[in-house]
């Protein structure tokens, strides 16, 4: 249950970013959905995968090259989504700094005290 609202809160958040930031454009809510799943997915498979090969370059910008892995991310992501489309690398370098504090912020309250 707490995944399908992490997808929820990503897609709703994605939906949001893109009606602000221009160049990025999303079609529909369902192709929002959809673009949660598929970064989600891309953060467990393949994400680990860059930093692993790009360890010496993030350890030299002192972890900064993070950054351009998480634009990558979303690059991919506008590449295998159809209706979801980024502009440029930097567009998807903000998109990605935007969508991660605010994914940050909404987790926060959603957390359950124990």
């Known amino acids: 249950m707490k995944i399908l609202f ?4 990503t ?4 939906m949001l970013i893109s009606h602000f930031m221009k160049g990025v454009h999303v079609v529909n809510f369902s192709t929002s ?3 949660a799943i598929v970064l989600g997915l891309l953060n467990i498979f393949v994400k ?4 692993l090969f790009t360890l010496p370059v993030t350890i030299f910008t002192l972890g900064l090259f993070l950054l351009a892995i998480n634009a ?5 992501c506008s590449e295998i989504v159809g209706g979801f489309t980024v502009d440029s690398f930097w567009t998807a370098l903000l998109f990605s700094v935007v ?10 309250f959603s957390k359950d005290e124990k």
């Open 6 to 9: 992490r997808i929820l809160i």
């Open 11 to 14: 897609a709703v958040l994605v």
């Open 33 to 35: 959905i959809i673009v």
């Open 48 to 51: 680990p995968i860059l930093i």
């Open 72 to 76: 990558i991310i979303i690059l991919l």
């Open 99 to 108: 969508l991660s504090l605010l994914q940050s912020i909404m987790y926060g």
